[in-house]
């Protein structure tokens, strides 16, 4: 299969392009050629959006799209928030256009994330499923707002005809990237700690169940629509801690009050940290996909089983 994946330099399109390379043509899009040379092997061509008019539109019969500024990168001031909507709402505009002028209607892969759902408060809060009402014209907090504005630039797509599937990640769990990397460091020196009551859920996947997720959608193009990629056993803050903690054989009795989040972090800590979703995989599970790390427990033994430090 000749594929196009955008923002493969990212922590998700590492791996994706790793798993997808020994069996397809892959080309890579991003904004520095020397960053991306640097990054891939030989083997993998490369192109800048700059010369992305050039390419033939025809010959790619699937285009992931996982470009996204990071969440979690910095304080949400109205020009970082502006930032995280543009790099996901920006690329899916140029790369359709790109498509529709070329008469292309490849299978289109576009990254979302669960937040599109909105926040919920605590770990009583019943579970969303890619069923759950959705409110497209209010979207109810900013991680919505992302997740709407993020869906809602793929109508072009839609209205060309194009089949198009929308993944929507949880938090993606792999040691040394992600959050398990902004974790790693307080848990190992035992100062990891319970968020405000720890109630809030946390909606999370392991990388290799990210991956085959992605694989097998891959390989059935007519499944479209929305996907959830997370495990199908979300958890609270305090298990997620306390999980991570004993995995790492380190204590955990240290609680940071929400005040102090929300003081440090403002919306941001609030939205990330404080507040979560409950959500789950339905429909790859209807459709018989096997989650190789269904529990937390599973997951962290997995990228953790070697021990040592840092």
Not at 74 to 96: H, Q, Y
Not at 275 to 284: A, D, H, I, S
Request: charged share 20%.
């Amino acid at each position: 299969m000749n594929l196009l994946i955008v923002g493969a330099s990212g922590f998700i399109g590492s791996e994706l392009v790793k798993a997808l390379q020994p069996h397809h043509q892959i080309t890579v899009l991003g904004r520095d050629m020397s960053a991306l040379q640097k990054k891939f092997s030989k083997e993998i061509h490369k192109v800048t959006w700059d010369n992305l008019s050039q390419l033939n539109a025809a010959n790619f019969e699937a285009i992931i799209n996982l470009c996204g500024y990071n969440i979690a990168q910095s304080r949400w001031s109205d020009s970082i928030k502006k930032k995280l909507i543009d790099s996901r709402v920006n690329t899916n505009k140029e790369l359709i256009n790109w498509l529709i002028s070329q008469e292309a209607k490849p299978h289109f892969i576009c990254a979302n994330a669960v937040g599109i759902y909105g926040l919920q408060s605590n770990e009583c809060s019943p579970p969303l499923d890619e069923k759950s009402t959705i409110n497209f014209e209010y979207p109810i907090d900013f991680l919505s707002e992302i997740g709407v504005a993020w869906q809602n630039s793929l109508l072009p797509a839609l209205d060309y005809g194009m089949p198009v599937t929308t993944t929507r990640f949880g938090v993606v769990l792999k040691r040394g990237a992600g959050m398990l990397k902004k974790l790693e460091l307080s848990f190992y020196l035992g100062m990891g700690s319970v968020l405000g009551d720890g109630k809030q859920v946390v909606s999370w996947v392991h990388i290799q169940d990210v991956i085959q997720s992605i694989l097998f959608l891959l390989n059935n193009p007519q499944l479209t629509g929305a996907f959830n990629i997370t495990s199908p056993n979300p958890v609270s803050q305090r298990e997620f801690a306390h999980t991570f903690a004993h995995t790492i054989k380190r204590p955990l009795f240290l609680r940071v009050p929400r005040l102090i989040i929300k003081m440090l972090l403002g919306e941001m800590g609030e939205c990330l940290l404080l507040k979560g979703q409950r959500v789950v995989p339905t429909r790859l599970q209807e459709l018989g996909y096997k989650f190789k790390y269904p529990t937390l427990s599973e997951a962290l033994k997995q990228e953790y089983k070697k021990g040592g430090g840092l």
